[in-house]
Nanobody, 125 residues
C-alpha cells in the first residue's frame, strides 16, 4: 500500500509563507491523485487542494485560491503545497491523502484511500 509522510509545517506570522511536502512511497502500478486536507479544532476535515496523476488537473478550495499552489515532482515522488499570504484562519493540521487509479482528483474525503499523519500549521503573531 501507499504511505504518505507530510513535513514542512510550523509557526508563521500572518502574511508569511510555508511549503508543505508529502512524500509518497510504496510500489503500485496504478496512477494516483493526491489531495491536501486540513482540520482545525472543532471542525471537520476539509479539502484544500488536489492534483491528478502526474500533477495534472489541479483543484483548489475557494478559501485558498490565489494563495496556495499545488505541484508534483514525479522524480521525487513528492507533492508540494506552497502556501502564501497565510492567515490565522489557515491554522490547522494539514494532511495529504492518496486516491488510487485516479487520473483526475477530487476534494471529497470519501475518495481517499490512504492518509498521512498530518503536519501542524499555526499562523499567529
Amino acid at each position: 500500500q501507499l504511505q504518505l509522510v507530510e513535513s514542512g509545517g510550523g509557526l508563521v506570522q500572518p502574511g508569511g509563507s510555508l511549503r508543505l511536502s508529502c512524500v509518497v512511497s510504496g510500489f503500485t502500478p496504478d496512477s494516483y491523485a493526491i489531495g491536501w486536507y486540513r482540520q482545525a479544532p472543532g471542525k471537520e476535515r476539509e479539502g484544500v487542494s488536489c492534483t491528478g496523476s502526474r500533477g495534472g488537473y489541479p483543484l483548489y478550495a475557494d478559501s485558498v485560491k490565489g494563495r496556495f499552489t499545488i505541484s508534483m515532482d514525479n522524480a521525487k515522488n513528492t507533492v508540494y503545497l506552497q502556501m502564501n499570504n497565510l492567515k490565522p484562519e489557515d491554522t490547522a493540521v494539514y494532511y495529504c491523502a492518496a486516491e488510487q487509479r485516479a487520473v483526475f482528483c477530487g476534494l471529497e474525503r470519501e475518495r481517499q484511500h490512504f492518509w498521512g499523519q498530518g503536519s501542524q500549521v499555526t499562523v499567529s503573531s
